[in-house]
Structure formats: structure tokens, C-alpha cells
């Protein structure tokens, strides 16, 4: 059985003293937005919603507004994640 070591957002784990984080690495951006977002939620219901399922609405969020632009006199597109 395979088990995943860390979490699917791991591109959202800040420095530490012995590891550099993507977001130091410059590889990525928008993190600004994510950590608003974790931080918000964290306020209206702690340790409930993690930075991965953040993530996934995002994504999710994204492509829905990308086809929407894409294809504006269609109907609203359903993105189900899994």
C-alpha cells in the first residue's frame, strides 16, 4: 500500500530552518491569496478546512471562470472534484 508523506498543498509550507518552501523558491505565485483565504477561515471555523482543500476550490474555481470566459453564452460549467 502506497501512503503519502506530507500534505497535497505541500507547495504551500513556509521556510524553515532546515527547508526551503516553494514559496521562497519563486517557482509558484498567488500565495498571497491562499494564505488570505487560510487565514480567514481559520478565524470563522479553526482547524476545520485545510490548505489542500483551499486549493482544490481554487482550481476548481479557476477552470469554471476560464470557461466561462471561454465560452460566455453557455451555460454555467459543474467542476466536481474527487
Known sequence: MYVRQGCDASVL???TGNF???KSAGSLRGFGVIDTI???LEALCPRTVSCAD???VAARDSVVAVLA????NHEPVAVVIH
Open 69 to 72: 470566459d471561454d465560452h460566455p
Open 20 to 22: 526551503t518552501g516553494e
Open 38 to 40: 487560510k487565514a480567514l
Open 54 to 56: 483551499i486549493l482544490a
Open 13 to 15: 509550507l513556509d521556510d
